[in-house]
């Protein structure tokens, strides 16, 4: 593997960091807007293009800082209407990310809106019994400047405006709370993507202390729970830190979570055949999502290599669905083809390099 050390990323720093870089080497303080205005909006191909900055403060950035962090390195147009960019890091590791041009209605968009998925870290602790990601366990966590420059990047090669942002690629982003932070920032303000934080639904499995610090956040940014069962007994079962946070204290948090923040929230539930489907679960689930005034997002499960799982028939997913209706819950069930967009996220998993390619 490649460990080639990189110089820390612009696409990383914030205005005051790179403010203080500035005053730090005798530069004036206006050139952090400018340098800026590069970075997040004209958006060269290297730091020698930055034309309004003298060639001396051109090779001081050049001296310590790259430009963007992602190699791009396949771009890959599946045959529904989701691009999978797989972009690989300093360090030889890869990361994927997935556009989706689809309804994310789910999250607060529009029907014409670009949605895409980030990864947070490079596989996942969190060991999931159903999920590709963790399936090779954790090997670190994503820079903010990785995190946000996936967005960037994919902008550019997309050639278009990425409209909302979904954290359900590969990792646990509340595991990765400082960059997670910091990502949030150069993302939502001004001087950077300037994409508003109602566009940004942070997906986690459940940590309960993250929750609670995430609900503090000045941001009205969104947040999806990986639920996925409604009982400890079932949930016990497929999500090893449910033992550490059962759903008593889930709940409450995301009562926390209400209390501060206007968006509604996300309950995500795979629909497992035999593990997590039974309609006893559907009902439990209806109780909670109405008092915390959560949508449900219904997802058959997609088929992982190497794991057991399958997705209950279509009928009987319908017959889940129709319990929480029936109930007065918002649930929607992903069902049509190219818009099992969770899916894709959720079966992203590590990508080593062999001498013959690449292998997933
Ligand atoms: N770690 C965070 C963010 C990743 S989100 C979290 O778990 O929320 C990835 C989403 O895809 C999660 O909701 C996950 O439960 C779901 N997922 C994982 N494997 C899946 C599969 N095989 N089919 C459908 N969804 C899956
Ligand atoms: Fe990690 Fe989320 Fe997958 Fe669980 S579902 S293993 S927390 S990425």
Same mark, same amino acid.
């Given at each position: 593997?490649?460990?080639?050390?990189?110089? #820390?990323?612009?696409?990383?720093?914030?205005?005051?960091?790179?403010?203080?870089?500035?005053?730090?080497?005798?530069?004036?303080?206006? /050139?952090? %807007?400018?340098?800026? %205005?590069?970075?997040?909006?004209?958006? #060269?191909?290297?730091?020698?293009?930055?034309?309004?900055?003298?060639?001396?403060? /051109?090779?001081?950035?050049?001296?310590?800082?790259?430009?963007? #962090?992602?190699?791009?390195?396949?771009?890959?147009?599946?045959?529904? =209407?989701?691009?999978?960019?797989?972009?690989?890091?300093?360090?030889?590791?890869?990361?994927?990310?997935?556009?989706?041009?689809?309804?994310?209605?789910?999250?607060?968009?529009?029907?014409?809106?670009?949605?895409?998925?980030?990864?947070?870290?490079?596989?996942?602790?969190?060991?999931?019994?159903?999920?590709?990601?963790?399936?090779?366990?954790?090997?670190?966590?994503?820079?903010?400047?990785?995190?946000?420059?996936?967005?960037?990047?994919?902008?550019?090669?997309?050639?278009?405006?990425?409209?909302?942002?979904?954290?359900?690629?590969?990792?646990?982003?509340?595991?990765?709370?400082?960059?997670?932070?910091?990502?949030?920032?150069?993302?939502?303000?001004?001087?950077?993507?300037?994409?508003?934080?109602?566009?940004? =639904?942070?997906?986690?499995?459940?940590?309960?202390?993250?929750?609670?610090?995430?609900?503090?956040? #000045?941001?009205?940014?969104?947040?999806?729970?990986?639920?996925?069962?409604? =009982?400890?007994?079932?949930?016990?079962?497929?999500?090893?830190?449910?033992?550490?946070?059962?759903?008593?204290?889930?709940? %409450?948090?995301?009562?926390?979570?209400?209390?501060?923040?206007?968006?509604?929230?996300?309950?995500?539930?795979?629909?497992?055949?035999?593990?997590?489907?039974?309609?006893?679960?559907?009902?439990?689930?209806?109780?909670?999502?109405?008092?915390?005034?959560?949508?449900?997002?219904?997802?058959?499960?997609? =088929?992982?290599?190497?794991?057991?799982?399958?997705?209950?028939?279509?009928?009987?997913?319908?017959?889940?669905?129709?319990?929480?209706?029936?109930?007065?819950?918002?649930?929607?069930?992903?069902?049509?083809?190219?818009?099992?967009?969770?899916?894709?996220?959720?079966?992203?998993?590590?990508?080593?390099?062999?001498? %013959?390619?690449?292998?997933?």
């Amino acid at each position: 593997m490649n460990n080639t050390p990189m110089l #820390p990323a612009l696409t990383g720093i914030t205005r005051d960091e790179l403010g203080t870089h500035l005053q730090e080497n005798g530069q004036p303080g206006y /050139r952090a %807007d400018q340098i800026l %205005d590069w970075v997040w909006k004209k958006r #060269p191909a290297g730091i020698e293009q930055m034309s309004n900055l003298p060639k001396a403060l /051109r090779e001081h950035l050049q001296g310590h800082f790259s430009l963007y #962090p992602l190699i791009p390195a396949r771009d890959l147009g599946a045959s529904d =209407t989701t691009r999978k960019m797989l972009y690989k890091l300093h360090d030889g590791r890869y990361i994927e990310s997935v556009l989706i041009p689809a309804n994310p209605a789910l999250y607060g968009g529009r029907a014409d809106r670009l949605t895409l998925c980030v990864s947070s870290q490079v596989g996942c602790a969190y060991g999931c019994k159903f999920c590709a990601s963790g399936l090779n366990g954790f090997t670190r966590n994503l820079s903010a400047a990785e995190i946000a420059a996936q967005v960037l990047q994919t902008e550019m090669l997309a050639g278009d405006r990425i409209d909302n942002l979904v954290f359900m690629g590969m990792g646990e982003p509340l595991a990765n709370m400082k960059n997670l932070l910091q990502a949030i920032e150069l993302i939502t303000s001004p001087w950077g993507l300037n994409l508003g934080a109602r566009h940004l =639904t942070i997906s986690t499995s459940g940590l309960v202390p993250q929750i609670r610090e995430l609900a503090r956040h #000045p941001r009205q940014i969104r947040l999806a729970i990986s639920l996925h069962g409604a =009982t400890d007994e079932v949930r016990n079962q497929i999500m090893p830190v449910n033992k550490k946070f059962p759903t008593a204290m889930l709940f %409450d948090a995301l009562h926390d979570w209400n209390s501060n923040k206007k968006q509604h929230l996300t309950l995500e539930y795979i629909l497992i055949e035999g593990i997590n489907d039974d309609l006893e679960q559907a009902r439990i689930l209806a109780k909670h999502a109405l008092a915390l005034k959560a949508k449900v997002n219904l997802i058959p499960y997609n =088929t992982v290599a190497g794991l057991p799982w399958r997705r209950p028939a279509l009928s009987h997913c319908q017959a889940f669905r129709n319990v929480l209706t029936k109930a007065g819950v918002t649930a929607t069930l992903r069902l049509e083809k190219g818009h099992d967009i969770e899916a894709a996220c959720g079966q992203l998993r590590l990508i080593q390099e062999t001498a %013959d390619g690449l292998i997933q």
